[in-house]
């Protein structure tokens, strides 16, 4: 009887992994191409384009279809964006139109309707806002758990290279000869801030970016998601730090937050198009702040900056029904979050705006602030492409001043709340950290259009990317008694850009987690290791589409289990783990807290880490698993390194080589 039970189980897990092969393939097969219409060997897809009516179907829908029907109301009054025109999801009238059909996907009781609205909504709908919808309903639904999402890079090329690869896709197309093209980074070495592009320009920075955005929309307004204003702080300060480190290895200084009353020092050439749009715009250097007709002027902006710096000043915010809540504590920055955002979470949108969306509007808008030439939006204007102005750092430097502004009134860290007394390292051993330039392909031939007819032809673009040698930490340490620990490790620049060095409380924010993690000690001594590929920050490279196309393809035609395992889309590239060194070696602190294993919010985390990358992503669908603040211990002011130096913590400086 047994064996009855477990074949049947077994039965039941495979066909269970043969449904997410098919589930793998249809999705392949809807951002096969995005702007050319279903394939027509695509059969099963295609014919639903065709004949499925999703009013039909209301049915398999959990409301009714009213999301249906609010959607195909506005469709056959000709209201929506029409097709082979530019989306932006900060244009209000875009994002809402993307966010009905993804209402429409959220509704679906099965996957079978899903894929077939899909396949309707396809033909039908703008191809930005499908892709957007589609991207955030299979991240969100729980139809869409274990399908892997394609890289967007190979999806929306040209979203994530230059014009000029992209003309010369089309000759290879035209020529019907394959292509490998080098993709450069964006400016010239007399561009002293071209020394970085390599960071800002990076597809897996421009993807992370993307898909911590898309784990944590600003319009989220369903089931609350722990801790999202926190992530937007802290997502986006180790983004910045990052930064930071990479340019004082480039002979660069800390780049200088933005002003509004001053120009924009560095100007931006993305020498990059849209799809349908034309070029992206140009800023030139020292652009004075123009105000942006329909979206802010510089006066308001600042005006909610100083409403926000006023409430961290006093120490509570006001919401909406003027009562006040405080923020002197450890959750002010979970609030401050969302204000400035601003999320759909803000407690009070109408008095404090919403800084953060508006700048990147504002600055994306400055080549055409008058709307004078119909430029379409800038590349600020899109979580994809905005990492590669250099205004976005300055952007986010000057909202990280105003976390800090915050963070620094709350009190130090006392020792107590420092010190895990059952912890002493005694020794913390990692092998040479070395980093390196390699070169990276991938494909670009979904930005082309071409008749069914036109054969298959390769067309890649190879762009270079920072790497590292994998590494190794062998933390060891004394324990009094058993107990699961929670580790933090952290690494900051030793010195600043004129090879001074630096005081503890004036590095602490530009501290870089690199890992974080729960492990068990024993009494006695132990030796914790750690391998830098298990860091929690970050993810390997995500599966290239045609791999994915052909394993899907291979799986469904053998009715076989599809070989790939869903990794999130959201962490930092696991290349970039450690920013680039120097010949000589860069001399960074390399810093490790243990502390109790007290601090983890769920009861597993030492044998389950829930899709890994929970240091700059959370947990999917739960709590974010670490009770700390984000950032702890150098979120706060460290006025006295003695108070710091508990046995549990453990500091020592490391080079980072550069070969
Ligand atoms: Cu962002």
Request: hydrophobic share 35%; glycine share 6%; net charge negative.
């Amino acid at each position: 009887r047994w064996v009855v039970v477990v074949t049947a189980l077994l039965v039941v897990t495979v066909s269970a992994d043969i449904n997410v092969a098919h589930k793998q393939q249809d999705i392949n097969h809807l951002l096969y191409k995005i702007t050319s219409p279903i394939k027509s060997s695509f059969n099963d897809l295609k014919e639903m384009s065709e004949t499925w009516n999703p009013r039909e179907h209301m049915d398999l829908c959990s409301d009714g279809g009213a999301a249906v029907e609010w959607l195909m109301g506005e469709l056959e009054n000709h209201r929506l964006l029409k097709q082979h025109h530019w989306f932006s999801l900060f244009n209000d009238r875009q994002r809402t139109e993307a966010l009905w059909l993804f209402e429409v996907f959220m509704q679906c009781t099965d996957f079978e309707v899903f894929r077939n609205n899909a396949a309707y909504f396809r033909e039908h709908m703008n191809e930005g806002e499908f892709v957007y919808a589609l991207y955030a309903a299979v991240t969100h639904s729980d139809i869409g758990q274990y399908i892997v999402l394609p890289p967007l890079y190979e999806i929306t090329p040209h979203l994530f290279t230059n014009s000029e690869i992209i003309n010369k896709a089309y000759t290879a197309l035209m020529t019907q000869t394959p292509g490998n093209f080098r993709m450069n980074f964006t400016g010239s070495k007399r561009n002293t801030e071209q020394r970085v592009a390599y960071f800002g320009e990076d597809i897996g920075i421009n993807s992370h970016h993307v898909h911590w955005h898309l784990d944590f929309p600003f319009w989220w307004n369903r089931d609350k998601i722990d801790r999202k204003g926190e992530l937007f702080f802290w997502a986006h300060h180790q983004l910045v730090a990052r930064y930071d480190a990479e340019r004082l290895s480039n002979y660069l200084p800390p780049v200088d937050e933005l002003y509004w009353d001053s120009p924009i020092k560095d100007g931006f050439a993305a020498h990059t198009s849209y799809k349908y749009g034309g070029e992206f715009p140009t800023r030139p250097d020292n652009k004075e702040f123009e105000d942006v007709e329909g979206v802010a002027c510089a006066r308001d902006i600042k005006l909610l900056e100083s409403r926000i710096r006023d409430a961290i000043a006093l120490g509570y915010i006001i919401n909406i029904n003027g009562s006040h809540t405080d923020i002197n504590n450890e959750h002010g920055i979970d609030i401050l979050g969302d204000i400035i955002e601003s999320s759909a979470y803000s407690p009070n949108a109408a008095y404090y705006g919403s800084l953060h969306n508006q700048a990147h509007r504002v600055l994306g808008a400055q080549a055409d602030p008058k709307r004078k030439f119909g430029m379409p939006p800038g590349i600020m204007e899109h979580f994809e492409t905005a990492t590669r102005d250099p205004a976005f750092f300055r952007l986010h430097k000057y909202i990280n001043g105003i976390f800090k502004e915050h963070k620094d009134k709350l009190p130090p860290y006392t020792e107590q709340e420092l010190l895990y007394s059952n912890v002493n390292i005694t020794n913390v051993k990692v092998s040479k950290l070395s980093t390196y330039f390699e070169d990276f392909v991938f494909d670009v031939s979904n930005a082309l259009d071409t008749p069914e007819s036109f054969s298959y032809v390769s067309v890649t673009a190879t762009i270079s990317r920072l790497n590292h040698e994998p590494f190794t930490y062998n933390i060891h340490v004394q324990a009094k008694h058993d107990d699961e620990v929670t580790v933090r490790i952290y690494i900051t620049p030793k010195r600043d850009e004129n090879n001074i060095v630096l005081d503890i409380d004036e590095s602490r924010w530009g501290a870089i987690l690199l890992d974080t993690f729960w492990t068990k000690v024993h009494a006695g001594d132990n030796v914790i290791t750690r391998k830098s590929s298990q860091s929690s920050v970050a993810i390997p490279d995500r599966v290239p589409f045609f791999e994915l196309l052909e394993d899907a393809d291979e799986a469904v035609a053998n009715d076989a289990q599809l070989l790939h395992q869903e990794i999130r889309g959201c962490g930092h590239p696991m290349r970039l783990l450690l920013p680039k060194g120097t010949k000589e070696g860069l001399d960074f602190w390399l810093d490790v807290i243990v502390t109790s294993g007290d601090d983890a919010v769920h009861d597993e985390l030492t044998i389950e880490n829930h899709g890994s990358t929970h240091g700059y992503c959370g947990i999917h669908g739960m709590k974010y698993p670490d009770k700390r603040p984000m950032g702890f211990p150098f979120d706060r002011r460290i006025p006295e390194i003695g108070v710091f130096k508990v046995p549990n913590q453990h500091g020592q400086v490391v080079k980072i080589f550069h070969h």
